[in-house]
């Protein structure tokens, strides 16, 4: 929130207490607060935007007017409809805070300010399988996250896709909710200049959680560009929640799912092949920079690898385990579909959990990642992060507010928190990317309870 905010907020609240308690000070003075605070409330509308959140603000103001009202008696009817009206509206001003207007994302840790800019292609050799049309082609939606030259300044990239035409609902959440997103500081700056520290830079390839739009991992893909690295995450159109295609249209989820596959397997391992071909269309993009922009010639090809979410851990290991140019996979809490679990990795991979005994992994995600492992022909490493949930890893929580977020933590875990969970991943990350594995279980003793390492018939 911004400090007008925070000041409406504040006063509002104080104004309504003191109205309750029939403590208003002098009638000159609460008249004063009270037109002070509803010219701070015209101030906010006309110079951030209207926010829905704030019509029990609003509300709270103008029944604490009433309350303090000197002059014609009420009677006791009265005076208990302006304190219901003042309960009611707490109630309510408590409730519409569940997801804050504007959140704030923890900055990145690394040495490198932070670059970004979005891609937006058509692979012309793939028709699009979501829509059916005939002339529609698979769009490839790729955001840029990169180490930007020292002091680099610009105006920051914008959190989601398609703000101010944002359908009804995102991602469960009404699409009225992110109206203010446009506001929140993803520490990312537009078309930044790359650093010039090194001719080229490693490169990591990311995939979402199913479902998942790439914004909702900016606090993770900023911070592993802070310390070095060119993150490419991608948007797998029409299973993304919102996405904006080449041709400026948005994309939402479209979902067809088989009565004879009541488990979603099949559907899982028929998005899989898809995400898969969307990993490899961008790879393909990569030896062509003309598309690149500023990135052009910056990118370490021999130094490709694959990191992923939840369904995008499983894109990870697919892709790995099938194009020599990735050279490391990354499974961030993810359960393996179809023949993943089978396959024989022939390169680095590092698998890193949430709390087993609070995300409730099923017995598939327990039992694929086990196979996995068993089968792998390189190194392979494995860390546990306690009282992490399967969301810890995203900035989903990060949208609530923090008495929100601490209720959430109690019904279903998490109570380390995204920040906390998010800097020890990445920095588990930089230092398996980087070639470091020894450094592992440094990283992993600098931080309470996280559990693991070296995995496989090695380790």
């Keep these: 929130m911004s400090w007008l905010d925070s000041a409406l907020l504040a006063g509002a609240i104080l104004c309504a207490l003191a109205a309750m308690a029939g403590r208003t000070g002098r009638p000159a003075r609460a008249c004063a607060v009270l037109v002070l605070l509803a010219a701070g409330c015209v101030l906010q509308v006309v110079a951030e935007g209207w926010y829905w959140q704030f019509v029990p603000v609003y509300a709270l103001i103008l029944l604490a007017a009433l309350r303090m009202a000197r002059g014609a008696r009420r009677t006791r009817w009265q005076e208990s409809l302006v304190c219901a009206g003042l309960l009611g509206g707490a109630g309510v001003l408590a409730a519409s805070w569940v997801f804050l207007p504007v959140p704030g994302l923890p900055a990145p840790h690394g040495p490198y300010a932070v670059g970004t800019q979005v891609f937006r292609w058509v692979d012309a050799t793939r028709p699009e399988p979501a829509t059916r049309a005939p002339g529609d082609r698979r769009n490839l939606v790729v955001q840029a996250w990169y180490p930007a030259a020292h002091g680099a300044g610009g105006v920051h990239a914008a959190y989601i896709d398609g703000l101010g035409r944002l359908p009804d609902a995102v991602a469960g959440m009404p699409g009225a909710v992110l109206a203010h997103y446009d506001r929140i500081d993803t520490h990312g700056i537009q078309r930044a200049p790359v650093a010039a520290d090194r001719r080229t830079w490693p490169v990591v390839l990311f995939s979402p959680g199913y479902g998942a739009s790439r914004a909702f991992y900016t606090t993770l893909v900023s911070d592993l560009a ?157 860390y546990q992060i306690a009282q992490a949930n399967h969301y810890s890893f995203t900035d989903v929580p990060l949208l609530l507010s923090p008495p929100a977020r601490w209720l959430l933590a109690k019904v279903m875990g998490g109570a380390r928190g995204p920040a906390e969970t998010v800097h020890a991943s990445v920095d588990l990350l930089a230092a398996f990317l980087q070639g470091r594995p020894a450094d592992l279980q440094a990283v992993a003793g600098r931080y309470r309870r996280i559990e693991g390492g070296p995995a496989g018939p090695s380790g």
């Design 226 to 382: 802070s310390r070095g690295f060119v993150v490419l995450a991608v948007d797998h159109p029409f299973e993304a929640s919102v996405t904006q295609l080449a041709d400026g249209r948005l994309a939402t989820p479209v979902e067809r799912f088989a009565a004879n596959d009541p488990d979603r397997l099949d559907y899982m391992r028929q998005r899989l092949e898809v995400r898969t071909a969307d990993l490899r269309a961008v790879l393909d993009r990569l030896a062509h920079p003309d598309g690149l922009g500023s990135l052009a010639g910056r990118l370490d090809l021999a130094r490709i690898a694959a990191v992923g979410h939840s369904f995008g851990g499983a894109a990870s290991v697919a892709i790995a385990s099938t194009d020599e140019r990735v050279r490391a996979a990354v499974n961030l809490d993810g359960t393996l579909y179809g023949t993943l679990a089978e396959r024989q990795l022939d390169r680095p991979f590092l698998l890193i959990e949430s709390d087993r005994g609070e995300t409730r992994h099923s017995a598939l995600y327990l039992q694929g990642n086990r196979r996995l492992i068993a089968h792998l022909q390189s190194a392979g490493f494995r």
